[in-house]
């Protein structure tokens, strides 16, 4: 039925439908899935009540009307849309100039970014921390709420990203893709997610030497575009490398406060999951570039929107079989946990959300720039995103952090624009 409906036309189900419907049965399969008969528990006195208890049971009653009215809320307006014809009315309304939505869509993409990192951050804490054994269940349901928005913005048959910069929202329906296009989108969200699973396993281990790990990615790029697509950057971008490498690796140092000699000290789980991270998605982006050249599919997507929408729900369902692979035995006590904790189901959709619409934002904004400007914002973001959650751990960056990731982060702008700049020094030159 929710096929059909997408489709609008009965009898007409494309794939792309099918794999929808198919994420919402999947997902309530998951849930309701057993995981061997509980014994019964022994009979006891219950304790008596506390405030924490009390609170957490309000927590959730509140929880559970906040999510009651949500649906309410998107029924209503379906309704009153159909009725009053809203989209075609704000169809006519022109909102903010360009230059003031571009501004707009940054500040959003930085905010989005950096309360991601807290939202994921307070998720995993909710489940107990980096070794509970549930990162992996957290990295696959921020990508399940990633794939309900989706959905969600193909029944409305509208995406309001564009709302951020004061100008009216674009119509997004379901894509008249073909079984092809979705299959040879499947190596993109296998990256996707897999790139996804590993930054999140790295923020868990260290949130800050995560972030300046994750700062070296055009490093894993270079090699992965040299070694498997035989791409290798030029010479200005190769003489970057070095520098991004030393920056990291001058953050991962420590001093001995009694010799003053210098050590390797760093969380190791930060440090191999945010090179795993970086390697994922380096093959993601080439993988996307391969895909959209491919004759036909993007016009049969109809827009980024949708491919990033297929690509999210496909990165959802790659995900859940490693997911109950890796950590199966722990999903009951994860959906016990999302019932009773508050933060838990808070972080958790936040986090969700905000990866989603945070990537959408990054995607309008470095469309609309320039390659030097595209390469300040993201170095403006990181440092940012540094600042920020170091506020939010109380945790203070070494000396050796601070300074490793400011030369890693500055080399990483100038590998942005290396080529731009000798392109520059030869005009000149010319002239």
């Known amino acids: 039925p929710m096929a059909t409906i997408l489709t609008r036309k009965p009898g007409a189900v494309g794939l792309v439908p ?17 995981f061997g008969k509980k014994a019964e528990p022994a009979k006891v006195a219950a304790p008596a009540p506390t405030m924490s208890s009390v609170a957490d049971s309000i927590g959730s009653v509140l929880s559970g009307f906040f999510a009651i009215d949500f649906v309410w809320r998107v029924a209503l307006l379906l309704i009153i849309d159909k009725k009053f014809k809203l989209r075609e009315k704000l169809g006519k309304w022109t909102g903010a100039p360009d230059s003031v939505a571009l501004l707009l869509f ?26 509970a054994g549930m990162t992996m269940t957290v990295s696959t349901m921020q990508l399940g709420v ?12 509208s995406n309001p990203i564009k709302l951020c910069g004061l100008q009216p929202p ?20 296998f990256c996707a997610a897999a790139a996804h699973s590993s930054s999140v396993f790295a923020l868990g281990g260290d949130p800050l030497f995560g972030q300046i790990v994750k700062s070296g990615e055009p490093v894993l790029s270079a090699i992965v575009n040299t070694v498997f697509y035989a791409k290798p950057p030029s010479v200005a971008k190769a003489c970057c490398l070095p520098i991004i490498v030393g920056g990291v690796a001058f953050a991962s140092m420590k001093a001995d ?17 945010g090179l795993l991270a970086n390697a994922f998605a380096a093959f993601k982006g080439s993988e996307n570039k391969k895909l959209m050249s491919a004759p036909g599919v993007k016009d049969r997507y109809g827009g980024v929107g949708n491919q990033y929408a297929v690509t999210e729900i496909l990165a959802f369902l790659l995900s859940l079989p490693v997911m109950l692979l890796t950590e199966g035995a722990m999903f009951g006590k994860f959906v016990d946990l999302f019932m009773t904790s508050s933060k838990l189901r808070f972080n958790l959709v936040a986090s969700g959300l905000a990866f989603y619409l945070y990537n959408e934002l990054a995607t309008m904004t470095i469309k609309k720039t320039s390659a030097v400007t595209a390469s300040v914002a ?33 080399g990483v702008m100038v590998y942005s624009v290396a080529d731009d700049l000798v392109k520059g020094i030869g005009g000149k030159k010319t002239k």
């Open 257 to 273: 406060p009694v010799t003053g000699a210098y050590a390797l000290k760093f969380d190791s789980t930060a440090l191999y999951f």
């Open 106 to 131: 940054f500040a959003w993409w930085y905010a989005g970014n950096t309360k991601y990192n807290e939202y994921n951050k307070g998720a995993l804490d909710a489940v107990g921390g980096k070794t």
């Open 18 to 34: 099918r794999l929808v419907a198919s994420v919402v049965a999947v997902a309530s399969v998951a849930i309701a899935l057993p």
């Open 146 to 157: 990633c794939a309900a928005y989706a959905i969600l913005l193909w029944l409305v048959g």
């Open 170 to 189: 674009d119509a997004q329906n379901v894509p008249a893709s073909t079984t092809s296009d979705v299959l040879k989108t499947v190596p993109v969200g």
């Open 378 to 410: 993201n170095t403006a973001k990181r440092v940012i995103v540094l600042i920020y959650m170091s506020i939010v751990t109380g945790k203070t960056l070494t000396f050796e952090q601070k300074l490793g990731a400011a030369i890693a982060i500055g």
